[in-house]
């Protein structure tokens, strides 16, 4: 199936307001499906230069993830990102060993964004929007303290953060 046919697809869900299935369709469609995400909950609707998704639920319970009530609105693959961004976080909170350390959370999440280390088939986003999520991953990275051992552990990702900004940025 192209991914223009699953824009369709999704596109036709959305429009007979099953905006929770086109979610589980797209989950099984790339592979992201878990059986740690309890499901999804809607917030207020998003604005092009803020499209807010998190993870909710407290550690070694079944998360839920919160979207806005307009995800379908925009780009499908900026959508399917911020998803795997999410369910990185649904596993961080529900796999043991638990990622305690939100910037360790946060960094892990953003990495996912634009390696696709856990959710091969999610695809590419544009380079602006990996630059921005690459920069965002780094915001993090320099949060764990300058030499500590949560840095030495990621040294090698933020490399390559820092390689992808270098080369989006030529």
Do not use: C
Not at 10 to 26: D, F, G, M, P, R
């Amino acid at each position: 199936m192209t991914f223009k046919n699953i824009e369709n697809r999704v596109s036709e869900y959305y429009k007979k307001n099953q905006t929770i299935t086109a979610l589980y369709w797209v989950l099984k469609k790339y592979k992201m499906k878990t059986s740690n995400l309890e499901g999804f909950i809607f917030r207020e609707s998003a604005k092009p230069e803020f499209i807010l998704l998190t993870t909710e639920g407290e550690f070694n319970v079944s998360q839920k993830i919160r979207i806005p009530q307009n995800l379908f609105e925009f780009q499908l693959d900026l959508i399917i990102t911020l998803l795997a961004h999410e369910l990185i976080h649904v596993r961080q909170k529900t796999i043991k060993p638990f990622v305690l350390d939100k910037n360790e959370r946060e960094f892990q999440a953003y990495y996912e964004m634009n390696f696709h280390t856990h959710f091969p088939l999610v695809p590419e986003i544009s380079d602006y929007h990996k630059k921005f999520f690459a920069q965002r991953g780094l915001d993090y990275y320099n949060k764990m303290g300058e030499n500590s051992e949560l840095q030495n552990k990621y040294v090698n990702q933020m490399k390559e953060m820092k390689n992808l900004i270098e080369k989006l940025t030529l």
